[in-house]
């Protein structure tokens, strides 16, 4: 373990921005500043979570849909809301979950037409009686809340599909630009810990294809008086293992951000034929202590706190 301070000092040294091996690092809380920490290179939204939560400490909520917000609204992310990858029938179709810091949590998932399925899924928490809709139920929900229908396939999307519909062959693996799911996990100046999750899920999917993103538990996971955890990669994989439940729960146990996400990447392994597939999980503490792991070489995560914004990659299994 080392002090957030002092990998401050050891990546200016180094010059390094993107640090391989920092992995082994977590990066501890010395006072009471904000931590936010997301999925891959996402730097621009844990910027703005980050602000937001300066500027309204209170407002955890708040600070992370905005932030999801700006990677849905950012077409070239083509695995997060608009401007995501279709399914084979060349529609985009989004999952998405939120969780708080009191246990109240709320998803959609195979929503279609709308751009911020984040927000639909923070107004299933706060205006319904449910945790989780889906489809046709999901859309009805956000335009009767003030939702506006959308075409979300953006041109490059629908080149993209255009090609891919010469040789339609659907792989689980997923690489390069087939993933860049947002997790975002943040933790406020009260040390109080709330996350979000939007993905468009795995391109060229069979339509109606839901991944672990919007389920409480697999994509997301978050318990106030322990940490939270969220993950990206094949959802497949994830789900049969209840994943971020998983991470927080060994957190409980004791282990470090770290090495309950690595338990439960070698779950997965354990378990399932992971070969030329990636999963990644994140992860934070009570103490603010942050860790990831993943099952192959590549998987970056993001973190702002009082010592700036950095990329880090993650130790991985193979
Ligand atoms: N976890 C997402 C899903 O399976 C995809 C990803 O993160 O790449 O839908």
Same mark, same amino acid.
């Given at each position: =373990?080392?002090?957030?301070?002092?990998?401050?000092?050891?990546?200016?040294? =180094?010059?390094?921005?993107?640090?391989?091996?920092?992995? #082994?690092?977590?990066?501890?809380?010395?006072?009471? $500043?904000?931590?936010?920490?997301?999925?891959?290179?996402?730097?621009? #939204?844990?910027?703005?979570?980050?602000?937001?939560?300066?500027?309204? !400490?209170? #407002?955890?909520?708040?600070?992370?849909?905005?932030?999801?917000?700006?990677?849905?609204?950012?077409? *070239?992310?083509?695995?997060?809301?608009?401007?995501?990858? !279709?399914?084979?029938?060349?529609? /985009?179709?989004?999952?998405?979950?939120? =969780?708080?810091?009191?246990?109240?949590?709320?998803?959609?998932?195979?929503?279609?037409?709308?751009?911020?399925? /984040?927000?639909? #899924?923070?107004?299933?928490?706060?205006?319904? !009686?449910?945790?989780?809709?889906?489809?046709?139920?999901?859309?009805?929900?956000?335009?009767?809340?003030?939702?506006?229908?959308?075409?979300?396939?953006?041109?490059?999307?629908? *080149?993209?599909?255009?090609?891919?519909?010469?040789? !339609?062959?659907?792989?689980?693996?997923?690489?390069?630009?087939?993933?860049?799911?947002?997790?975002?996990?943040?933790?406020?100046?009260?040390?109080?810990?709330?996350?979000?999750?939007?993905?468009?899920?795995?391109?060229?999917?069979?339509?109606?294809?839901?991944?672990? $993103?919007?389920?409480?538990?697999?994509?997301?996971?978050?318990?106030?008086?322990?940490?939270?955890?969220?993950?990206?990669?094949?959802?497949?994989?994830?789900?049969?293992?209840?994943?971020?439940?998983?991470?927080?729960?060994?957190?409980?146990?004791?282990?470090?951000?770290?090495?309950?996400?690595?338990?439960?990447?070698? =779950?997965? /392994?354990?378990?399932?034929?992971?070969?030329?597939?990636?999963?990644?999980?994140?992860?934070?503490?009570?103490?603010?202590?942050?860790?990831?792991?993943?099952?192959?070489?590549?998987?970056?995560?993001?973190?702002?706190?009082?010592?700036?914004?950095?990329?880090?990659?993650?130790?991985?299994?193979?």
């Amino acid at each position: =373990m080392i002090s957030r301070r002092r990998f401050s000092q050891i990546s200016a040294a =180094m010059g390094l921005s993107l640090m391989n091996s920092v992995n #082994a690092l977590s990066i501890k809380t010395q006072n009471s $500043s904000p931590i936010v920490v997301s999925t891959w290179n996402n730097k621009k #939204a844990n910027q703005i979570a980050y602000d937001a939560l300066i500027e309204e !400490p209170g #407002a955890l909520l708040d600070a992370i849909e905005s932030a999801v917000n700006s990677v849905e609204e950012n077409e *070239k992310d083509l695995s997060v809301g608009y401007g995501g990858l !279709p399914d084979n029938s060349g529609k /985009v179709s989004l999952d998405a979950c939120i =969780m708080d810091h009191k246990h109240n949590a709320g998803s959609v998932c195979f929503l279609r037409d709308i751009v911020h399925a /984040v927000s639909v #899924a923070r107004k299933v928490m706060e205006e319904s !009686p449910h945790v989780m809709l889906a489809g046709q139920g999901a859309q009805d929900f956000a335009l009767e809340h003030g939702f506006e229908k959308t075409n979300m396939l953006s041109e490059q999307a629908e *080149k993209a599909y255009l090609k891919w519909k010469k040789n !339609p062959v659907f792989s689980p693996e997923i690489n390069g630009e087939r993933h860049d799911t947002i997790g975002l996990l943040a933790m406020d100046s009260a040390s109080d810990l709330s996350g979000a999750c939007s993905t468009s899920g795995l391109s060229y999917k069979t339509p109606g294809r839901v991944g672990d $993103s919007p389920i409480i538990g697999s994509g997301l996971y978050v318990d106030n008086k322990v940490g939270a955890a969220t993950a990206t990669g094949l959802g497949e994989l994830i789900m049969k293992c209840c994943s971020t439940f998983l991470v927080v729960e060994k957190m409980k146990q004791g282990l470090s951000p770290e090495n309950a996400c690595r338990y439960a990447i070698e =779950m997965i /392994v354990e378990t399932q034929d992971y070969s030329g597939k990636q999963a990644g999980l994140i992860a934070i503490n009570k103490q603010g202590e942050v860790g990831a792991y993943a099952i192959q070489k590549g998987f970056i995560y993001t973190v702002a706190d009082a010592d700036g914004i950095r990329v880090l990659e993650s130790n991985y299994y193979l």
